[in-house]
């Protein structure tokens, strides 16, 4: 009797270790079981370390905030999507594509280069990059591998990878290095501001729909900011042609075209063009003006100079290796001539997460929980 008694107990016990480790299990997981992402500077996180190119993070003083370092973030801390990451519950930092192989996959993967455009040949200026449709090159060779985890099933991975938030954010480099670069590209004498839009947009929606195509169905696209008002612009144009403000109209108003033609093309997506899937479009222009404009709100004290580089605005040259950056890196809403910081990063992270004030149609939480 005592040791039927004894063996229930050990039976009993069993099962409620296996209850509170299950529960646990599901308290440390993250809100969605894997994040993809796609992109440029603003998001790459050491791509391109590797690569022969001028489009590159890897060194002192990028990092400088960052606890593992100079790691190839084009900031001093975390980028927007290590913040998104953190905030959707992952415990540790997307890995980029370069270095991750094998089961790793199945949690997610960066795949975003610095310099990187919606066209093959933007960025070029810059050096080797890996552009969108390498990028999505490389996810599908990496749907491939991860079909071996489902025993060949398909349609099990399909179900795996439904659940899953996939990011782009590509267009800028589209417009910094290349249209708006007539000594190395003819892209702004082949169109106008109009059919250069077009024509991005036409290549972005063949490329989404193949992401759709191997998997992606909960999408999210963020627009061009604020390019005009970087930096690097305001040192390159000081403040010429400029007839409303401080900023440079004309790449704005030229971005103001792609992002309207990009929030229409996720409606489409949205209303059947993809079934089954559900796209979400940030609207980094309006965040990220919002964010300058009352910067001192978020305790930003500069909003118009990089914390780090050379010249007018910190502009004219980006973050030089070992160059002493400003002493208090909150207080700065752009890192260098190009990108943000990470206090920027986080604050611009949150803003999109739970509200709808710079998403649409849903939230990023939303979106997560569908």
């Keep these: 009797m005592a040791i039927h008694r004894f063996v229930l107990l050990v039976s009993l016990s069993l099962v409620l270790f296996g209850l509170q480790t299950a529960v646990s299990q599901r308290q440390q997981q993250s809100q969605v079981p894997c994040l993809y992402i796609f992109g440029d500077s603003l998001v790459d996180n050491g791509n391109n370390n590797r690569l022969l190119s001028l489009a590159r993070a890897n ?48 949690r997610g993967a960066n795949f975003a280069s610095g310099a990187a455009g919606i066209r093959d040949e933007t960025g070029d200026n810059l050096g080797a990059h890996t552009s969108m449709n390498q990028q999505v090159n490389s996810y599908t060779n990496a749907v491939q591998q991860m079909l071996q985890y489902f025993r060949g099933d398909t349609n099990e991975l399909q179900r795996y990878l439904s659940r899953c938030i996939f990011y782009s954010g590509m267009g800028s480099n589209d417009y910094l290095n290349n249209y708006f670069m007539p000594d190395f590209y003819s892209t702004s004498t082949d169109f106008n501001d109009k059919t250069y839009a077009e024509s991005l947009i036409k290549n972005y929606t063949q490329q989404l729909t193949r992401l759709y195509q191997f998997g992606a169905r909960k999408v999210i696209v963020t627009a061009v900011g604020q390019i005009g008002c970087i930096p690097y612009e305001l040192a390159r144009y000081n403040n010429r042609n ?42 980094t222009y309006k965040s990220t003006s919002d964010l300058a404009a009352n910067g001192a709100a978020y305790g930003f004290q500069v909003v118009d100079k990089g914390c780090c580089g050379v ?28 990108h943000p910081t990470e206090t920027a990063n986080i604050l611009l992270a949150k803003s999109n997460f739970n509200s709808r004030a710079y998403a649409y149609p849903i939230n990023i939480q939303e979106l997560a929980n569908l």
């Design 59 to 106: 060194y002192r003083p990028y990092g400088i905030d960052f606890p593992q370092g100079a790691t190839g973030r084009f900031t001093n801390g975390r980028t927007y999507v290590d913040a998104l990451a953190q905030i959707l519950g992952f415990r540790t930092y997307i890995p980029p594509y370069s270095r991750i192989r094998g089961q790793a996959l199945l």
């Design 242 to 283: 400029n007839s409303t403000g401080r900023c440079n109209d004309k790449i704005n108003n030229a971005i103001a075209l792609f992002n309207s033609q990009l929030k229409k093309l996720v409606d489409r997506f949205n209303n059947g063009q993809l079934q089954g899937a559900k796209f979400v479009y940030l609207d």
């Design 311 to 338: 010249g007018r605005n910190n502009g004219q040259i980006t973050c030089l290796p070992l160059q002493q950056p400003c002493s208090d890196r909150t207080k700065y809403l752009f890192w260098d001539a190009f």
